[in-house]
């Protein structure tokens, strides 16, 4: 049965991107996008449907991905991209250009937003780094752990005061980029998103042993040849920037990092992180393209926000993980 | 000057915030032989094993293997000359037997490639040696203390050194098991030539089974030498602040103590 999940898994996550462009306000069917009769339907299924689904899923992807780095990482299996300030440090980057007023674009690919947004996630990640080092010794997972928590608080009050001193359109603005949301209007975002995906898939793949040997302890995972604070290092930098690459395109989008990592655990029935890591990829993709079709179906013709139907869901699912309570 | 000793310790000294863990300890090793570690709870021999295994690198003083400083060698060359059994008591490990076991195979493994046939037949031969071979499958988590012990040292088996570091490998273990593990231990060190750094602050233990012992004190060298020459309960007692009694089994040289009151 176990032995059967990774395949099974893949083949649902193709099932789910090739079945999703076809769902939404209007419905398509199979032949008459087949057909190409109708431009009106190429046009919404190659400019908007396709693309959102393919971030979906590559947003969904990195997200889990990202997560079960972590799980590992902090031996934590709380610990996840969005709790450790590199989301809030990219909402201040994000909140800080829509209160500053000014706008720009880079190459006109890139949004500003976008471009502010990812800054805002790489000081962050720096200032979470240079406070988890300060302390004589070294860099130890706890101490790293705490100054993320600590640094996503900060930035999170600032955020608010931002907010608090913003306008009605600013603030509303602020407000729905926070809660994150599939939007592409044709390949561009697909184009940023998709390489970073694909670093964080094979440092997770390629890093499997000793995401094994992380689980175990720092003491064990040294002593089979692992050079810890190394490895922690270069994992810390790469997540970061990979989930500062994709919420500077997405926005914040919450519990897939934590959530997919478990469900993967209970399905493939193994802690080794290379199937886990072929098996998050699958998941958090489908989860998340599955959701975001929920967003649009929902409220149609209004969409919800899928930050926050991830939030609505993860968080029963996270009740739920703490009070079956067994490990 | 180095000697010509396998391992060679000097001047050993370590300071962690502010307090002193180990003060100016010095000794050697010859290849083969089983060292027993010993001193009272917090004498510093948990730390003085973690600077020679290169766990702890903040330490003053050399730590030479053959000759070589153990603090310049990269981390992975340490891992195939010295595995551990740590002290993990009721921590968390969620793999198999097998799958740990295979863990333990990472110094040995190119970065991208995964498992070899070779390294499946030093596992299989691993957990024969330590007994767990019928065990394999069953989740570390889910066993008893003894058998989750045995299959710990499989696993450093499995890694193929010549040297095997064990930190209190008998602590929580009930009467059986502890033979079981030390006679696992003993077996290694005769028939595979291991050198053997253990640690405990059973002293029949490493009376019986070390060949010499390394006692440690308030994070000084208490004494050190032969394991048949350290019965003696004036010693005994100095080093432990406690009284002891021996006794001497039939036909044995080496008697058994047992603690009988304070030191007043």
Not at chain 2, 204 to 229: C, F, M, Q, V, Y
Not at chain 2, 235 to 261: C, H, M, W
Request: with cysteine.
């Amino acid at each position: 049965m176990k032995r059967l999940a990774l395949p099974a898994l893949a083949l649902f996550s193709m099932a789910v991107i090739i079945a999703a462009p076809f769902i939404g306000m209007q419905q398509i069917s199979f032949a008459e996008f087949l057909s190409g009769s109708d431009m009106n339907i190429a046009r919404i299924m190659w400019d908007l449907r396709i693309p959102r689904v393919l971030l979906g899923w590559i947003t969904g992807a990195t997200l889990a991905l990202c997560g079960l780095i972590f799980q590992a990482l902090f031996r934590n299996p709380l610990a996840s991209p969005d709790m450790l300030g590199v989301s809030t440090g990219a909402a201040f980057g994000a909140v800080l250009y829509i209160r500053t007023g000014i706008v720009f674009s880079f190459l006109g690919l890139i949004s500003g937003l976008s471009l502010a947004a990812f800054a805002g996630a790489l000081a962050a990640t720096f200032a979470i780094y240079a406070a988890g080092n300060l302390r004589r010794g070294g860099m130890s997972e706890a101490t790293l752990l705490l100054a993320g928590v600590a640094m996503s608080f900060l930035f999170g009050s600032l955020n608010m005061i931002i907010q608090f001193t913003g306008g009605y359109v600013d603030t509303f603005r602020m407000m729905r980029w926070s809660m994150g949301g599939i939007q592409a209007v044709g390949f561009a975002p697909i184009i940023a998103t998709l390489p970073a995906l694909a670093v964080i898939f094979a440092v997770a793949f390629v890093a499997a042993p000793e995401l094994n040997l992380f689980v175990c302890g720092e003491d064990i995972a040294a002593s089979r040849g692992v050079s810890v604070a190394k490895l922690r290092r270069f994992l810390f930098f790469s997540v970061s920037i990979v989930i500062g690459i994709n919420v500077a395109t997405c926005g914040p989008i919450g519990f897939v990092g934590l959530l997919g990592p478990h469900i993967c655990r209970k399905m493939v029935g193994t802690t080794d992180h290379r199937k886990l890591a072929v098996a998050s990829l699958f998941f958090g993709g489908a989860f998340l393209v599955m959701c975001d079709t929920a967003a649009r179906m929902l409220w149609a013709p209004a969409e919800v926000p899928v930050g926050v139907l991830t939030y609505c869901i993860g968080s029963i699912f996270f009740l739920w993980l703490l009070v079956r309570g067994k490990r | 000057m180095s000697s010509d000793m396998f391992l060679d310790i000097e001047n050993l000294s370590l300071e962690l915030g502010g307090v002193r863990i180990l003060e100016n300890i010095s000794f050697s090793l010859d290849r083969g032989k089983y060292l027993g570690i010993i001193g009272p709870n917090g004498a510093g021999k948990s730390s003085l094993l973690k600077c020679l295994g290169r766990l702890q690198k903040n330490y003053s003083g050399r730590v030479l293997l053959e000759g070589n400083s153990i603090s310049s060698m990269p981390e992975r060359a340490v891992a195939r000359r010295i595995a551990w059994v740590h002290q993990t008591g009721s921590d968390s490990l969620p793999f198999t037997v097998r799958e740990f076991a295979l863990m333990s195979r990472y110094p040995w493994q190119k970065a991208i490639g995964g498992e070899t046939l070779e390294d499946m037949e030093i596992i299989d031969r691993s957990l024969e040696t330590a007994g767990v071979a019928d065990i394999g499958d069953r989740q570390l988590n889910s066993l008893s203390g003894g058998e989750r012990q045995k299959a710990l040292i499989a696993a450093a088996l499995a890694q193929s050194t010549d040297i095997l570091f064990l930190d209190e490998p008998t602590s929580f273990l009930d009467y059986r098991h502890q033979v079981e593990t030390l006679e696992l231990v003993e077996r290694v060190n005769r028939e595979q030539g291991i050198t053997i750094l253990l640690v405990t602050h059973d002293i029949n233990l490493a009376l019986h089974g070390a060949d010499e012992i390394l006692a440690i004190k308030r994070g000084r060298t208490a004494w050190k030498g032969k394991s048949e020459d350290l019965h003696h309960k004036e010693l005994l007692s100095e080093i432990f602040d406690t009284e002891f009694e021996s006794f001497v089994s039939n036909g044995q040289k080496i008697p058994y103590v047992a603690p009988r009151g304070l030191v007043r």
